[in-house]
């Protein structure tokens, strides 16, 4: 189960002005594993906590936060959203402008949208209006065609606001879209599996509908280029990106830049390695195409994009960066944890694997301040589980593992994290094809409203364990603390946020001490809902008032 509280009157008096936080305390006691799902929907009492089986007593644990100073700051986009390009493939980019995905889209703003993938370094780009009109025929996508066409004449309305187009859509449409899509699934998974991927072609009406679509939720697109693109002597073939380039300038869209995804891969990928220097060389090159063109000449960069940080892709990064580390406003790498063919909902809740992550921070950070100390560090394009036959990370106990990432990351300094992704690809999205919220969805908003980008430190008494000899301690009682959103209204400036992970087989009672005694607490639950439990792909929200 998963708790948000808040803490309106945190801090001390008046007139006392620490420069974290000043007032209110808002309590997220998150993910708690063993409490009641009994509870009805709407019922606005704290619910009622059932002893499990085999549970021991209850252990009081003594928590305080530092509002003094905060620990960390991250970016006020430190939680951005990722489209993989396979939405190309399967047609579904078509429908970015959904009135309904737009807005579940705006719930998740400010943010970052970053649009790469697997297939990124398979993408060209035509500035062609619409080559895709002579190729129809019986089946869905013509019918799809056709469709389209009549939305654009009558059924797009104008957002009064910003001039968005947005649609919507009929439900035959979708129907035929989403049979479409279940077809093309079964080829990306065979390109997946077999990682030989096919050429996709990105025209200038597609990413018109990728702009429309990220400017309208209030999101800051950054577009990954395509890094395969080479010339005999393996430097980077920028044609492609030189059109595309000129072509978003034309249309005075405000885009930041990536070029190449995970490129440690590929070798595997085309039979052609490209090493961190070279790579580096190549940004450089993206650097001088973009100052000569007046709307992207302070463009942001970022990059490598590296995968999981082994021996051979510290490496490439170790080389990228001698030669490009100040050319990126950012150092990205990306991170997944579970194989999907093979998991289970108990992997979920392993602190083993929810460490996994601490270790491949330490690695990056490493390698980035030996050249550019203070380099800002992201991590794109992070998953749960890769593709494969067991559908969980898109359930309610995936959540465990996105709330420790979220919570890791802005402690130990990563300035930003993207999720994989937001609509459609694999099994890892906070929207599904019918447009509607996954569990990972609501425990996204729920966090951009009320954590803020101020990092506290954490104080805990109580859980104090005697070390074996051979044995590992890791800890199965995880407290975050920030100073609360200030663009979150209900609360004054200074309010503070908790998050709390308890993966003890034993209820853990906690008790507020120090600055935060005698506080006033708001607490926000999320339940899963139905008899699937942990297995849930809904759940549902309560506010429990004051505790």
């Known amino acids: ?66 509002t003094k100073n905060p620990v960390r700051t991250v970016n006020e986009n430190f939680l951005s959203l990722q489209l993989d390009p396979s939405i190309i493939h399967d047609g579904w980019l078509d429908f970015l402008s959904s009135k309904r995905l737009v807005t579940l889209a705006r719930g998740l703003s400010p943010a970052f949208l970053r649009f790469g ?88 009406r597609s990413l018109d509908k990728l702009y429309n679509f990220a400017d309208c939720s209030g999101l800051h697109l950054i577009f990954a280029l395509n890094a395969l693109r080479r010339n005999p002597n393996n430097s980077w073939n920028s044609s492609s990106a030189l059109s595309l380039l000129k072509y978003s300038a034309s249309k005075k869209y405000n885009i930041s830049w990536e070029l ?74 990306q991170h997944c944890y579970i194989d999907g063919r093979v998991v289970k909902v108990m992997d979920f809740l392993k602190t083993r694997l929810l460490d996994t992550l601490s270790d491949q921070i330490r690695k990056i950070q490493k390698v980035v301040n030996t050249y550019t100390p203070g380099k800002k560090i992201w991590l794109e394009g992070v998953v749960t589980t890769s593709a494969g036959g067991t559908n969980l990370s898109d359930s309610y106990a995936a959540g465990f593992l996105w709330l420790n990432t979220l919570g890791m990351l802005a402690n130990r300094g990563i300035d930003v994290v993207i999720r994989h992704s937001f609509f459609d690809h694999g099994y890892n999205h ?6 509607n919220p996954l569990p990972d969805y609501w425990l996204s908003l729920l966090y951009k409203r009320l954590i803020g980008p101020k990092v506290l430190a954490v104080h805990v008494a109580g859980l104090q364990r005697k070390p074996r000899p051979g044995r590992v301690i890791r800890d199965k009682l995880r407290i975050y603390a920030h100073c609360t959103n200030h ?46 439990g942990l297995k849930s792909k809904t759940q549902r929200w309560q506010y429990s008032g004051i505790i």
């Open 487 to 532: 663009h979150n209204h209900n609360y004054v400036r200074g309010s503070i946020t908790l998050f709390i992970i308890n993966l003890h087989r034993s209820r853990k009672k906690i008790k507020l001490a120090g600055t935060l005694r005698d506080k006033l607490v708001h607490q926000y639950l999320l339940q899963p809902y139905g008899q699937e």
């Open 260 to 333: 190449g995804n995970e490129p440690n891969n590929y070798r595997t990928m085309r039979g052609r390695a490209v090493n961190g220097s070279q790579l580096g060389k190549d940004y450089i090159q993206l650097k001088s195409l973009l100052q000569p063109i007046r709307i992207y000449s302070r463009a942001s960069l970022y990059g490598p994009n590296i995968g999981r940080p082994r021996k051979n892709v510290i490496t490439l990064l170790d080389g990228f960066m001698k030669v490009a580390g100040n050319t990126v406003d950012a150092v990205t790498w």
């Open 117 to 204: 993938g697997k297939r990124t370094d398979f993408l060209q780009f035509q500035n062609l209006r619409n080559p895709a009109k002579s190729r129809g025929g019986p089946g869905p996508d013509y019918y799809l065609k056709n469709y389209e066409d009549d939305i654009v004449r009558s059924d797009v309305a104008l957002d009064k606001q910003k001039g968005c187009k947005i649609a919507q859509h009929p439900d035959v449409m979708l129907e035929l879209q989403r049979e479409k899509a279940a077809q093309m699934h079964l080829v990306l998974l065979k390109e997946q599996f077999s990682n030989t991927y096919s050429n996709l072609v990105l025209t200038a």
């Open 1 to 66: 189960m998963r708790v948000l509280c808040a803490f309106p009157e945190a801090m001390s008096s008046s007139n006392s002005h620490p420069p974290a936080c000043l007032a209110p305390v808002a309590l997220f006691l998150a993910l708690l594993l063993h409490l009641s799902l009994s509870s009805q929907a709407g019922d606005r009492r704290p619910l009622p906590v059932d002893r499990a089986p085999g549970l021991k007593e209850k252990t009081l644990i003594l928590l305080d936060v530092s």
């Open 430 to 435: 906070l929207v599904d094809q019918n447009f």
